[in-house]
């Protein structure tokens, strides 16, 4: 089946906020950092605007090395406002799953569109739809962003990477396996720096010599899945739908107490196994989540259930803990009974695909 997928992805997308919020910022290099409290400069850099990232900062180095790369110049240090960027994000997404049949949220800057349907699969078209798109973020936003346009997701997202910041980059499937062929296998989404070190040891860099690769090599290095999925990306395949990681949008588990109660502790002891089970699931499926949640059912049966939203999606199993036992004291408050089955749920699953970010 034939498809047309856009990828979107915000440029420098917590500095680009705090530039249009303080424009006062623009023009000098902005690190927004993730501070971890232990003494002044500790901590990370989130992410950085381009006057920044010409000093070599960026995503991941220590807020020390950045301070030192951009010593002497009028460079302004900010911590993250994840509640502000949150809010943003859902903005920006609301006006790209407008544009498309099938909308997925990848992460707090990035989504896929599929737009078959709404180009006639005519890649002009597509191309009308990526203007317009950043046209109103724009305008709407004040944000500039990078767009690709492919035959499936992954040529998408590696087109969109490609020319940023403010790039708009449509690659026909005629040109697909051209495209690619050039590329650092790095480059395909999935394909991190340790299976990229293993690849290069058996002497492939590049997406064409992986297309050259003897199968059964792949396959007994990676196994048969991963080998399979990797020849296939170097051919520009990949059968992923949009939307469909999020497909199981929840992840729960319920359990009997020993006894009826309304101790929190006796709750939250009972829920340990529980929520380390939902930890490893969401691990194992790497995906990250935005809502966590508990269920209480009482003596007489009666049903409680509360959740709540986070600013920034994570795997964190500490967050699980916290909002669980915040979510069942609340209820507990608010109920005079006994309590006899509990539960844990996560909710808002995205993929965390190719994504790696300093909240993990
Ligand atoms: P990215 O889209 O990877 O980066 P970016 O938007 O800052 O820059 P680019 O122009 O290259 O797209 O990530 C989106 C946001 O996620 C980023 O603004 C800050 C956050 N982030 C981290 O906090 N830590 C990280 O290591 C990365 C990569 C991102
Ligand atoms: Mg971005
Ligand atoms: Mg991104």
Partial sequence: ??????????????????????????????????????????????????????????????????????????????????????????????????????????????????????????????????????????AKFHLTCSVGIGQNKLVAKIASEIVKPNGLTVVLPAETEEFLAPMGVGKIPGIGAKSGQYLEKMGIRTVSELRRADPGMIAEAFGKRTGGWLINASKGIDESEVGAEGEQKQISRISTLKQDTRDLQAIMEAMGPLISDIANEIRERNVSFSIAGVALIDENLKGYAKSR???????????????????????????????????IKVERLESRKGQKTLFE
């Fill in 1 to 138: 089946m034939e498809r047309i997928v856009l990828h979107l992805d915000i440029d420098y997308f917590f500095a680009q906020v705090e530039e249009n919020d303080r424009p006062e910022y623009r023009g000098k290099p902005v690190v927004v950092c993730v501070y971890s409290g232990r003494s002044a400069e500790s901590g990370v850099v989130s992410t950085s605007n381009y006057d920044a990232r010409k000093y070599g900062v960026r995503s991941g180095i220590p807020i020390k090395n950045a301070i030192e790369k951009l010593r002497g110049t009028n460079a302004v240090f900010l911590p993250v406002r994840h509640e502000r960027y949150s809010e943003i994000s859902q903005g920006v997404m609301e006006i790209v799953s407008a544009h498309g049949e099938k909308f997925e949220y990848a992460s707090i800057d990035e989504g896929y569109l599929e737009i078959s349907q709404a180009t006639g699969m005519d890649y002009d078209a597509a191309r009308g739809i990526g203007e317009r798109l950043k046209n109103e973020i724009l």
């Fill in 309 to 343: 939203t986070i600013a920034h999606p994570t795997q964190d199993e500490g967050e699980i803990r916290k909002i669980a036992e915040a979510l069942f004291a609340d209820i507990i408050r608010e109920s005079r009974f006994q309590f006899r089955r509990a539960g």
